[in-house]
Nanobody, 114 residues
Framework: VQLQASGGGLVQPGGSLRLSCAASGGILSLLRMGWYRQAPGKQRELVADISGGHATHYADSVKGRATISRDNAKNAVYLQMNRLKPEDTAVYYC?????????WGQGTLVTVSS
């Protein structure tokens, strides 16, 4: 399965972005999927995840500002991020929730800066 994250960019503090993750070569509908991020010099962290049945979980750092969703018909997962902060700056990846992972792909860079 190939995962392609997109939708990142430069945004001012307080702004919003919608990240998309498209999968090819496999079906995601049965997998619990997550959005991860890795900031410079830090470990990759799971910020939001969603089950095949659309149950969601959020890290405290994004709770109330992020919404994860999925469209199983399109084999896609999304992350809406609002009220972005400079500390949200990172490369964002989508992947299944571990302990085993799919290929990570390149991710999409989100930079929050004025």
């Amino acid at each position: 399965v190939q995962l392609q994250a997109s939708g990142g960019g430069l945004v001012q503090p307080g702004g919003s972005l919608r990240l998309s993750c498209a999968a090819s070569g496999g079906i995601l509908s049965l997998l619990r999927m997550g959005w991860y991020r890795q900031a410079p010099g830090k470990q990759r962290e799971l910020v939001a995840d969603i089950s095949g049945g659309h149950a969601t979980h959020y890290a405290d750092s994004v709770k109330g500002r992020a919404t994860i969703s999925r469209d199983n018909a399109k084999n896609a997962v999304y992350l809406q991020m609002n009220r972005l902060k400079p500390e949200d700056t990172a490369v964002y990846y989508c992947n299944r929730v571990g302990p085993t992972f799919l290929d990570w792909g390149q991710g999409t860079l989100v930079t929050v800066s004025s």
